[in-house]
């Protein structure tokens, strides 16, 4: 019987254990061992397997790829641009709310604050020497809180101390060459480091432009501008120059309310923070000094670099929209750029209904009597 298989051709039948073997290249467990004479048969003639080869991305899946890649870029890059913008923007507001400290920190030790123009010392020649609205601060620039038996050395005094009334001959009413990074907003910055010295984005409430001395002489001796028109004047006691009357914060609570009045904004084309002369301290309201010449200085409408002149001596920054302010109260805004006109003109004024036109008792906006 074993003769007449081999004889016939019959393959010879394998042990189920070695078929078994077998099972873990994909032949089911329940062939082989059912049927193991037909497994043998089959596979007899040994076959190679072809080896598998990765397929690549085919043009239009990667065409389908980038396409959602551009439409997240566009969806993304403007929303990550505008964080980075309020991001500046909240920085610039809080550096504003430090300055805000430093002023009614000078307000509460002298009951008033300082004008635009001061007096910062006389120096070892015997001159009087101008300084702007920063240097009286640098005091207070700084000191964030004065505990009850401890004393902060705020981070600039050593400037005023140096530079100041007190300093030694060869500084007293020197400029200072230093840089104050609280006066310094990120959206106004040069990309030159050094450029930062004696750099400031903000400007104080000046008002209308004064009047040139010539001028003021024959004008019955008038003030160069109404402390009504805005809250820093003049106060720099030099010669032939009288400091004149601007109003304190109190006086301003009993008026038009410190929450309604500009103390400061942002400006582009501001001046060094040691300068004295008012368009590059100081913000005006209008661009003109008499009725008949009266061209209001809108928010932004000037925001290339340029020299400095009254037309320039207005609100402006680089944040979108708008420019960022702070209140008499110590408040911070933000003031769009489209705001009414007037209505941006009377927040300037501590007192509307006196504010006048340098030079003249021409009221601008005269109180209309009820009948």
Same mark, same amino acid.
């Given at each position: 019987?074993? #003769?007449?298989?081999?004889?016939?051709?019959?393959?010879?039948i394998?042990?189920?254990?070695?078929?078994?073997?077998k099972?873990?290249?994909?032949?089911?467990?329940? =062939?082989? +061992?059912?049927?193991?004479?037909?497994?043998?048969?089959?596979?007899?003639?040994?076959? *190679?397997?072809?080896?598998?080869?990765?397929?690549?991305?085919?043009?239009?899946?990667l065409?389908?790829?980038?396409?959602?890649?551009?439409?997240?870029?566009?969806? +993304?890059?403007?929303?990550?641009?505008?964080?980075?913008?309020?991001?500046?923007?909240?920085?610039?507001? *809080?550096?504003?709310?430090?300055?805000?400290?430093?002023?009614?920190?000078?307000?509460?030790?002298?009951?008033?604050?300082?004008?635009?123009?001061?007096?910062?010392?006389?120096?070892?020649?015997?001159?009087?020497?101008?300084?702007?609205?920063?240097?009286?601060?640098?005091?207070?620039?700084? %000191?964030d809180?004065i505990?009850?038996?401890?004393?902060?050395?705020? *981070?600039?005094?050593?400037?005023?101390?140096?530079?100041?009334p007190?300093?030694?001959?060869?500084?007293?009413?020197?400029?200072?060459?230093?840089?104050?990074?609280?006066?310094?907003?990120?959206?106004?910055?040069?990309?030159?480091?050094?450029?930062?010295?004696?750099?400031?984005?903000?400007?104080?409430?000046?008002?209308?432009?004064?009047?040139?001395?010539?001028?003021?002489?024959?004008?019955?001796?008038?003030?160069?501008?109404?402390?009504?028109?805005?809250?820093?004047?003049?106060?720099?006691?030099?010669?032939?120059?009288?400091?004149? #009357?601007?109003?304190?914060?109190?006086?301003?609570?009993?008026?038009?309310?410190?929450?309604n009045?500009?103390?400061?904004?942002?400006?582009?084309?501001?001046? #060094?923070?040691?300068?004295?002369?008012?368009? =590059?301290?100081?913000?005006?309201?209008?661009?003109?000094?008499?009725?008949?010449? +009266?061209?209001? %200085?809108?928010?932004?409408?000037?925001?290339?670099?340029?020299?400095?002149?009254?037309?320039?001596?207005? +609100?402006?920054?680089?944040?979108?929209?708008?420019v960022?302010?702070?209140?008499?109260?110590?408040?911070?805004l933000?003031?769009?750029?489209?705001?009414?006109?007037?209505?941006?003109?009377? *927040?300037?004024?501590?007192?509307?209904k006196?504010?006048?036109?340098?030079?003249? =008792?021409?009221?601008?906006?005269?109180?209309?009597? =009820?009948k």
């Amino acid at each position: 019987m074993r #003769k007449s298989l081999i004889s016939s051709g019959v393959t010879k039948i394998e042990p189920v254990s070695r078929t078994l073997s077998k099972c873990a290249s994909g032949t089911p467990e329940s =062939e082989v +061992l059912n049927n193991p004479a037909s497994y043998t048969a089959r596979n007899a003639t040994t076959t *190679r397997v072809k080896p598998l080869h990765c397929k690549g991305f085919a043009l239009k899946e990667l065409i389908a790829v980038l396409a959602i890649l551009m439409l997240l870029a566009i969806v +993304l890059i403007p929303w990550v641009l505008q964080s980075r913008a309020i991001s500046r923007r909240d920085v610039c507001e *809080r550096r504003q709310q430090q300055l805000a400290l430093a002023f009614m920190q000078y307000h509460d030790d002298f009951r008033q604050l300082p004008g635009y123009s001061n007096l910062q010392a006389v120096d070892q020649s015997g001159s009087p020497r101008a300084t702007g609205w920063v240097f009286p601060l640098t005091p207070y620039i700084g %000191l964030d809180t004065i505990d009850e038996g401890s004393i902060q050395t705020p *981070r600039y005094a050593e400037i005023y101390q140096q530079f100041g009334p007190l300093g030694k001959d060869q500084d007293r009413g020197q400029t200072p060459q230093a840089v104050l990074h609280p006066l310094l907003c990120p959206d106004n910055l040069p990309q030159d480091i050094e450029q930062w010295v004696g750099l400031s984005s903000y400007m104080v409430n000046s008002g209308m432009p004064d009047l040139e001395q010539s001028t003021q002489q024959e004008m019955k001796q008038l003030p160069p501008d109404w402390p009504a028109n805005g809250i820093f004047q003049n106060q720099f006691s030099g010669r032939n120059n009288p400091a004149f #009357k601007q109003y304190n914060l109190e006086e301003i609570s009993e008026l038009d309310g410190r929450e309604n009045t500009l103390l400061l904004g942002e400006n582009i084309n501001t001046g #060094k923070w040691t300068d004295s002369s008012e368009d =590059e301290v100081g913000f005006v309201w209008a661009g003109a000094k008499t009725s008949s010449d +009266l061209r209001p %200085l809108a928010i932004n409408a000037e925001r290339e670099r340029t020299q400095h002149t009254m037309q320039t001596a207005r +609100l402006s920054s680089y944040h979108p929209g708008g420019v960022n302010v702070l209140m008499a109260s110590g408040a911070t805004l933000f003031i769009n750029e489209l705001i009414d006109q007037e209505l941006f003109n009377r *927040r300037m004024t501590p007192d509307d209904k006196k504010a006048r036109y340098p030079g003249t =008792e021409e009221y601008i906006w005269p109180v209309v009597e =009820e009948k």
